[in-house]
T-cell receptor, first 113, second 113 residues
Framework: KAGVTQTPRYLIKTRGQQVTLSCSPI?????VSWYQQTPGQGLQFLFE???????NKGNFPGRFSGRQFSNSRSEMNVSTLELGDSALYLC????????????FGPGTRLLVL | GENVEQHPSTLSVQEGDSAVIKCTYS??????FPWYKQELGKRPQLIID?????GEKKDQRIAVTLNKTAKHFSLHITETQPEDSAVYFC????????????FGKGTLLTVNP
């Protein structure tokens, strides 16, 4: 099976802009979680989608949002970008069983100038 | 919410020695504890996980132990090899969901030939 894929892999934006990142899960996986990784804060949970519904949410401001499509692909959007949003954004997909094992994609590296 | 503390932040060992990384968690409801390895520029990869109904799990040179009473779990790598050099993250599920992981800050393991 192909692994989790994310596009784009690299992105440069300026403050105030918005950005949309995409994640395609492993075939058959219906849960997609998003994480932000920074050197200072490490890996932090953003949100999780299952069957097009946000099922879990982390402690990020409302500028961070996401959605999931009927084919389980997911997007996350960050509006009004701030310098501190520069990070590696990782998504992870999980199998339908309730074991929660998460498989990560390669990430999208976002640089906000 | 869940808080996961990980120690040490850096660990340097000689090839062939053992390495131990320790994590503590705060949420007594947590019952799923995965460990991820992340090489420079790569995605986090699951190396082993443990659930609260077992106290120890082994996979070749890697083992994880869990003490639910003390709320701590540890990763043990025996006969370390240079290719074991990477950042290792522990995590715990939180909020009653297997799909919302709280990560430790990571341990940079360096195995010297």
């Amino acid at each position: 099976k192909a692994g989790v894929t994310q596009t784009p892999r690299y992105l440069i934006k300026t403050r105030g802009q918005q950005v949309t990142l995409s994640c395609s899960p492993i075939s058959g996986h219906r849960s997609v979680s998003w994480y932000q990784q920074t050197p200072g804060q490490g890996l932090q949970f953003l949100f999780e989608y299952f069957s097009e519904t946000q099922r879990n949410k982390g402690n990020f401001p409302g500028r961070f949002s996401g959605r999931q499509f009927s084919n389980s692909r997911s997007e996350m959007n960050v509006s009004t970008l701030e310098l501190g949003d520069s990070a590696l954004y990782l998504c992870a997909s999980s199998r339908p069983r309730q074991d929660g094992t998460q498989y990560f994609g390669p990430g999208t590296r976002l640089l906000v100038l | 919410g869940e808080n996961v503390e990980q120690h040490p932040s850096t660990l340097s060992v000689q090839e062939g020695d053992s390495a131990v990384i320790k994590c503590t968690y705060s949420d007594s409801a947590s019952n799923y504890f995965p460990w991820y390895k992340q090489e420079l520029g790569k995605r986090p990869q699951l190396i082993i996980d443990i659930r609260s109904n077992v106290g120890e799990k082994k996979d070749q040179r890697i083992a994880v132990t869990l003490n639910k009473t003390a709320k701590h779990f540890s990763l043990h790598i025996t006969e370390t090899q240079p290719e074991d050099s990477a950042v290792y993250f522990c995590a715990a599920n939180s909020g009653g969901s297997n799909y919302k992981l709280t990560f430790g800050k990571g341990t940079l393991l360096t195995v010297n030939p």
